[in-house]
């Protein structure tokens, strides 16, 4: 179920049946993007009474971990547990059309993507994973902005401030290898970056991610 609340009630305002559990939300404005398990990936107007705008299937093969709405509401990113980010639009935009990408991935090794946290004033946007690794990227150019040195912990989730000058990040046991791999005593760890300029600003037009 997808639930929308007044605070001030003790019950929500409206609620909606969806075709499966929800893994992440995320809300810009009046687009909100909601991924289920089956791959399943819906986005609703919530400007009044929300109303569905479209259901598809994730464009990435495997299970859908996180989404993020674009910051001007035309589309979204999507990461999956195959170490891929797709980006999709919802809304028709001159020169840009919808592609995935690989990322958080190490030779043959390939590990989830858990959060996707876009930056408001510039449109580029973080991914965070169970390689412990940061990347800023930059969706217009298809360019990886920054990449940052591996901590060697699960990193399960990312924010930028509402000024865009900070990041945070934090770490934790995500249990993408399961339950034998939890070490009780990894300690719980968040992580703040003072996010320079030319680390975030797109740079010029390049020909594809690397």
């Known amino acids: 179920m997808l639930k929308f609340w ?12 969806l075709p499966e559990r929800v893994y992440d939300l995320d809300v810009s404005d009046s687009l909100m993007v909601v991924a289920c398990a089956g791959r399943h990936i819906l986005t609703y107007n919530v400007q009044g009474q929300p109303q569905e705008h479209e259901r598809k299937e994730s464009p990435l093969k495997f299970q859908s971990r996180c989404v993020a709405a674009f910051p ?49 004033g510039y449109g580029t946007f973080s991914t965070v994973g169970a390689d412990g690794i940061v990347n800023f990227w930059d969706k217009d150019n298809k360019q990886r902005l920054k990449g940052f040195p591996a901590i060697h912990r699960t990193i399960t989730c990312a924010q930028f401030n509402a000024q865009g000058n900070m990041f945070a990040y934090a770490s934790s046991y995500d249990w993408s290898k399961g339950s034998s791999q939890h070490a009780p005593n990894t300690p719980n760890e968040i992580f ?11 740079k010029g037009k390049k020909s594809g991610y690397r």
Not at 6 to 17: L, T, Y
Not at 110 to 115: G, I, K, L, S
């Open 6 to 17: 007044d605070a001030r009630q003790p019950n929500p305002v409206a609620q909606i049946q």
């Open 72 to 120: 001007d509401n035309t589309g979204y990113a999507v990461g999956s547990v195959e170490g891929r980010v797709g980006i999709q639009y919802v809304t028709k935009v001159p020169g840009k059309e919808s592609f995935a990408f690989k990322c958080h991935r190490d030779g043959n090794n390939v590990y989830a993507v858990n959060h996707i946290a876009f930056h408001k």
């Open 192 to 202: 703040v970056h003072h996010v320079q300029d030319e680390e975030i600003k797109p």
